[in-house]
């Protein structure tokens, strides 16, 4: 799968099959509508594209409400790359682009630096300035500059809007196996690896600090979670504390983690860290002794899960 940043630099002149979307988190519901995508395009010996927008334009037309992805853009691309798409292009979204009407979305985008042959579209979708574009526009535009539009069934796109909302609620919850189930994978935080104040190696837990720098990345709730990462090509185990660390009187929130059987310097290293299962609710302790108590309980139950279950 080819990245390419701006539909003005995708430069294939072969026919294209085209979905456009958000598609955040990549789920099951998201990978049926590509799956079908890059099947047909295959078939019809055409390139399949996924046409997305960052910022969101939620992030650009709505700033005052606050919002939480499932994926960032980095991680969104590293899974749309499994599903044998042959490109992603990520357009940039701004106001002015906002202003873009409906024909000229068409004509210039799809058209003119797409080559479009077959769109392949939600029923309910809506686009250009104003959102003044819709299924009925497509069709009537479709017949002027010869390609097909091909609707997503109702059903599908509903179970796709579904399906996001239980994972957000799931991630909330502190319901990660459910979470996890509608992925088809494990959610992820990735980061960073930064300096703490240290208190973890004190008491022989030592941590890595992960400062996650895409503010829209959705935080699950506060808690002690079993991780796993991949650094320098080994699978890692650990268990990982989001929260602001009230036993020691924290007053921000960090993200945590102490990696099992391990003593590698990751500072300033970039990590990914899997969420695999959710251990139990933060909580303030009467004394450091009785968090170390309670850290050593925690490593026992993590290690007995993994032994079983990983």
Do not use: W
């Not at 650990?238 to 036993?247: A, L």
């Not at 059987?261 to 450091?288: A, C, G, P």
């Amino acid at each position: 799968m080819k990245i390419v940043q701006d539909t003005s630099n995708f430069s294939d002149k072969e026919k294209t099959y085209v979905t456009i979307g958000t598609f955040d988190g990549v789920h099951f519901g998201h990978q049926k509508i590509i799956e079908k995508l890059v099947n047909e395009a295959k078939k019809a010996n055409k390139k399949s594209v996924v046409l997305t927008f960052f910022p969101h334009p939620r992030m650009v037309l709505q700033k005052d409400v606050a919002l939480e992805l499932i994926n960032t853009i980095d991680e969104r691309a590293a899974l749309l790359e499994k599903t044998g798409l042959d490109y992603l292009i990520i357009h940039p979204f701004s106001k002015e682009f906002s202003r873009m009407t409906a024909l000229e979305f068409v004509r210039d985008i799809l058209v003119n630096q797409l080559n479009i042959s077959k769109l392949i579209i939600g029923y309910d979708h809506h686009f250009g300035k104003n959102r003044e574009g819709n299924i009925v526009q497509l069709t009537e535009y479709s017949h002027l500059y010869d390609f097909v539009v091909e609707e997503i069934p109702a059903q599908d796109i509903d179970d796709v809007s579904v399906s996001s909302t239980k994972i957000r609620r799931a991630l909330a919850s502190g319901n990660l196996e459910t979470a996890n189930d509608y992925l088809g994978y494990n959610f992820m935080l990735n980061g960073n690896v930064v300096n703490g104040k240290k208190l973890g190696g004190k008491i022989g837990f030592p941590t890595a600090n992960i400062d996650v720098n895409e503010t829209y990345k959705l935080i699950p709730k506060t808690g002690v979670y079993i991780v796993k990462s991949n650094i320098d090509n080994k699978t890692v185990f650990g268990m990982m504390n989001i929260g602001s660390r009230p036993t020691v009187n924290g007053k921000h929130q960090t993200i945590e983690v102490h990696f099992f059987d391990f003593n590698q310097n990751l500072y300033d290293k970039n990590i990914t860290v899997e969420l695999i299962y959710f251990l139990r609710n933060e909580e303030k302790f009467d004394s450091v002794n009785t968090l170390v108590q309670q850290l050593k309980k925690d490593e026992k139950t993590a290690k007995d899960y993994i032994k079983t279950n990983c």
